[in-house]
Structures are given as C-alpha cells and as structure tokens.
C-alpha cells in the first residue's frame, strides 16, 4: 500500500502527463481526471481527496454505497456494470453513471430518478472491439438506442465511454478511441434534441495519455495513481 506522500506524488506525475498529452491537436480543452478507488481503503481514497482529487470512480455498488457516507465533498462516478435491481441504491450518490448499455437498464435509471425528482447523467458505453468479456453496445445498435431513450425524461445521455483493449501497448487502443471519437461528433451533428454528447470517458492507466491525445474528456485512473490493484476476492 502507498503512502500518502507516494500518492500525491503520483497525482503530481499524472497531472504533467495530462499537460502533456493536451498538448495534441484533438485534445479536449479540458480533461477530467476519476481517481478510480475500487479496493483501495478509505485511508487511501483521502489521500486523493486532500490532495484535490474530488471525482471518484468506483465499480461496485456495494463497494460504493460503503465508502459514501465516509468520504465527505466528492462526487462519486459508477464505472462499472450496473444490474438493474441495484440502481436503487445508488440513484440519488453519483454524480454520473458511465455504464448505460442496454434498454431495461435505461428504463430502471428513469424510474428511479424520477421517484427522487432528479435527471440522472449517463454515459453510453460502447463496446467497439466486440469483445466477448465486455460490456457495452455494440455500434451498429446505437442508433436504434439512442432513439428509444427519448422516452425518458429522468435520465440524459452527456456522451459515450468505452474501455480500451487489454494490451499493454497503449497505441493499441488509439484507433478506438479516435473511433469513439468520431462517433461522438457524428452524433453531436445529428443534434438529436434528448441527448447531449459532450463527454468522451475513456482511458486508463495503461493509455490515458493516447485517450486524451484522441479527445477524451474523463479519463478514469486507479492504479498508477495508488499502485498495483489487489484482486477482488470472491469476484
Ligand atoms: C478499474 C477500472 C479503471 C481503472 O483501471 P486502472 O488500470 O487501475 O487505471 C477504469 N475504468 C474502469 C471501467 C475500471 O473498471
């Protein structure tokens, strides 16, 4: 486990790399970084937030509805897999869920907004590479998607996010993410009325600095900033 001094320091590391990755000619103007605190203790998760960390991503709705009440002033983010029977629990805690990959989910997030007189920012997540071990829709049924949304008036889609291939080689991941990318401003052309598409979520610790070179708004980071991540027991 890192020390609170060994986690600022790499906050410090990943902000330069930020600047740095800005740099780029499609590079968002502004990027928001998610200190992704699954597994991580409370111990740690302030460490982060002292040193003005103040979004936070998690997985899990347990594991989020845990940390809530004990981590004071943050926003917290669902960026994991979301059963519908467990949207009830976190409805009225995040800030934004990134995980809207099907209909029944869509539907569930609506009615629970609005039983607690809330619009509910969501993110649709992509699964571009088809890969069988991942959430997310496919490309070819977004539209299809996006159209059936216009009934809910509790949730807004702000943008899409996707998670990179598993290669260590961060280039890997570029064509997906100038992909997404595209999509995006495919999607803000069509200027559909009941959706926004400004956010692009996508980057992790392997190859944010690619996803912001290619335009991603959010970039969701765990271990690099709190070190290598022990496995979920019992997952
Ligand atoms: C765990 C996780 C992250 C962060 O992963 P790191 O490789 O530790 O940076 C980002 N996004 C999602 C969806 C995750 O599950």
Known sequence: ?????????????????????????????????LAVTKTRTVEEIRAAVE???????????QELCDKYPQIAGVRWHLIGALQTNKV????????LIHSLDRLELAAEIDRQAAKHQLVMPCLIQLNLAKEETKAGLYREDLADFIKELAKYKNLRVEGLMTIGPPEEDPE????????LRALRDELAQQAYPHIKMKHLSMGMSHDYRVAIEEGATI???G???????PPYKNA
């Not at 890192?2 to 499609?26: N, V």
């Not at 890997?172 to 992909?179: K, M, S, T």
């Not at 271990?223 to 991540?229: A, K, L």
């Open 223 to 229: 271990s690099t900033i709190f070190g290598p991540r």
């Open 219 to 221: 970039v969701r980071i």
């Open 1 to 33: 486990m890192k020390t609170a001094e060994e986690i600022r320091l790499a906050l410090s590391e990943i902000a330069k790399t930020i600047e740095e990755a800005k740099k780029s000619p499609r590079a968002a103007a502004e990027v928001l970084m």
């Open 51 to 61: 040193a003005g960390y103040l979004e936070l991503g998690e997985n899990r709705v």
């Open 88 to 95: 009830k629990y976190i409805i009225d805690k995040v800030a």
């Open 172 to 179: 890997a991941a570029r064509p997906l993410f100038a992909e």
